[in-house]
């Protein structure tokens, strides 16, 4: 008897096939870049150098926001659509209130003297604080920051802060620099 032989697939070209495949896949997919939050570090201090650096209490003011998710600016509680009026108030400071921020007349390359405010905005959050919140508070704080740039910028040079060439975005961010201090999260259940 004459045994039956089942034909078989030519599979030498399979491995070529993959590797095609592969190359276009690697090609063709886009990767997400996970963009972070923009902040300027302060310079490493040196070996010999003192890092405490002494705030006048009235150039701080306090954002905080508890395990419970509230916000609190200063002593008020504040809900977060509040934060912003409540910071460019603090830093604008026009009439000198003695409870806001001091200003320092501050000679900037490019522009001349301008009285630059020593605000600073310190955030402080929970361990138990909500991701989402810490976020939203964030950009409400940089909101303001980005409020006073463009009212300034406007009044100077007749354009927003984003429409301005490098030169005048440093001359302005010189004029109101972006100080926030962030606390490490702290374990403070109880405490408003």
């Given at each position: ?60 003011i306090i954002v905080r926001i508890n395990s419970s998710n ?27 209130d003695p409870n806001k921020p001091e200003k320092e007349v ?87």
């Amino acid at each position: 008897m004459a045994s039956k032989r089942t034909p078989e697939i030519n599979a030498s070209s399979q491995a070529d096939i993959a590797f095609l495949l592969l190359v276009f896949f690697l090609v063709t997919t886009t990767m997400d870049i996970d963009k972070g939050i923009h902040r300027r570090l302060p310079p490493m201090p040196e070996e010999n150098q003192k890092t405490e650096i002494k705030i006048n209490r009235r150039n701080t003011i306090i954002v905080r926001i508890n395990s419970s998710n509230k916000i609190f600016v200063g002593t008020e509680q504040v809900d977060v659509s509040q934060i912003k009026d409540k910071i460019v108030d603090f830093l604008d400071n026009p009439n000198d209130d003695p409870n806001k921020p001091e200003k320092e007349v501050k000679n900037i390359e490019g522009f001349r003297p301008y009285p630059v405010s020593k605000g600073v905005v310190s955030l402080q959050n929970d361990k138990g604080t909500l991701y989402a919140t810490y976020i939203e508070v964030q950009n409400e704080i940089v909101r303001a920051v980005n409020e006073l740039r463009d009212r300034f910028a406007l009044q100077n040079f007749g354009r927003k802060f984003t429409q301005l060439d490098d030169v005048k975005q440093k001359i302005v961010k010189d004029a109101v620099p972006q100080n926030i201090s962030e606390a490490e999260p702290k374990d403070v259940k109880g405490k408003k």
